[in-house]
């Protein structure tokens, strides 16, 4: 049994780690998360894109997800479904730092790490750091999508963001910000109450546990996706009106707008468009994204720690 004292790093108390691991540790652990989590699992939102997306050519419409991905290797290769992977992953970093630092950060100055469960503190520091993150986030989501959709003709971040600041100016690039935040805050309040609440309930005495970090942090995101799942539709349509040959979409100029035209072409099942890979989407990119962060988390805490 290993000697009890300062030096030794098995004895740190690992969820008081928010508190005493400084910032820093927290931005940095976040960066690595969210790229862990954006690259694993992008084939999988290329396909929720792409399903999201009213067409009317019948090439880029699909029934599933099975569907979808062999009809889209088939035609196009498999390296068509990790388009546009480069921009999330340029964004998904500095991103994820933002949002997990200013998580850890309102959450301490809300009371959520004292003893036992703090709901409001956790939702709070949600809502902060989804709003900072999606400022940050938003233009590099609307490039990604972009080269995501069936005909795309970009195969470079960076012309597609040339061209689309050329042809539509730089309010493309947050025209779905409030769309965007609508359906973020709440996802991450959701999501990160029902971590906080499954984490403690799965493992009660607080030691690192990836298997708990895992399980919650795929519950919480599955649950969150189905619930959001009609405003990332709106999004999506806001995101891609660009690209769409439907004059009506290409002049919808918000949340409103989008609503109704998703209620015009496809009543209330629209909202539910592409929910299935978009919760098949979040379930093992959140466990990943949990267990990545609170991994890094716990090294990089630690060699700091040892350092000292």
């Known amino acids: 049994m290993p000697a009890e004292g300062p030096s030794n790093v098995e004895e740190i108390d690992y969820e008081s780690m928010p ?29 929720k894109t792409r399903m999201q997306v009213f067409s009317t050519q019948p090439a880029a419409v699909y029934s599933s997800i099975g569907n979808a991905f062999i009809r889209i290797s088939s035609t196009e290769g498999a390296r068509a479904l990790w388009r546009g992977v480069a921009s999330v992953i340029a964004g998904a970093g500095p991103a994820h730092a933002v949002y997990f630092g ?21 939702s709070i520091a949600g809502a902060a750091a989804t709003i900072s993150s999606d400022a940050l986030m938003n233009p590099f989501d609307v490039i990604k999508q972009r080269m995501q959709l069936h005909g795309s003709p970009f195969r ?38 029902t971590y906080e609440f499954l984490k403690d309930t799965f493992n ?28 990332d539709v709106a999004k999506t349509l806001l995101q891609t009106r660009g690209h769409s ?8 100029r918000g949340m409103t707008d989008a609503f109704r035209i998703i209620w015009q072409r496809d009543g209330a099942k629209g909202f539910m468009r592409g929910v299935a890979p978009r919760v098949v989407t979040f379930m093992p990119s959140n466990a990943l994204c949990w267990l990545s962060y609170e991994f890094f988390k716990r090294v990089i805490g630690g060699y700091e720690r040892v350092k000292r």
């Open 19 to 47: 508190v005493g691991s400084g910032l820093g540790i927290n931005m940095m652990a976040g960066a690595l998360a969210g790229i862990s989590e954006h690259a694993v699992m992008f084939p999988v939102d290329s396909i």
């Open 245 to 252: 040959d439907d004059k009506e979409i290409r002049g919808a």
């Open 156 to 193: 470079s971040g960076w012309v597609c963001a040339k061209t689309v600041y050329k042809n539509e100016g730089l309010g493309a690039f947050y025209i779905s910000y409030p769309t965007t935040l609508t359906m973020t805050v709440p996802f991450t309040a959701v999501q990160f109450t």
């Open 204 to 231: 009660p005495s607080g030691t690192y546990s990836p298997l708990t970090h895992v399980s919650a942090g795929g519950l919480a995101g599955g649950v969150a996706a189905a619930v959001t799942t009609p405003l």
């Open 102 to 122: 200013s998580y850890e950060f309102v959450k301490e100055l809300a009371g959520g790490n004292r003893p036992g469960h703090h709901p409001l503190a956790t």
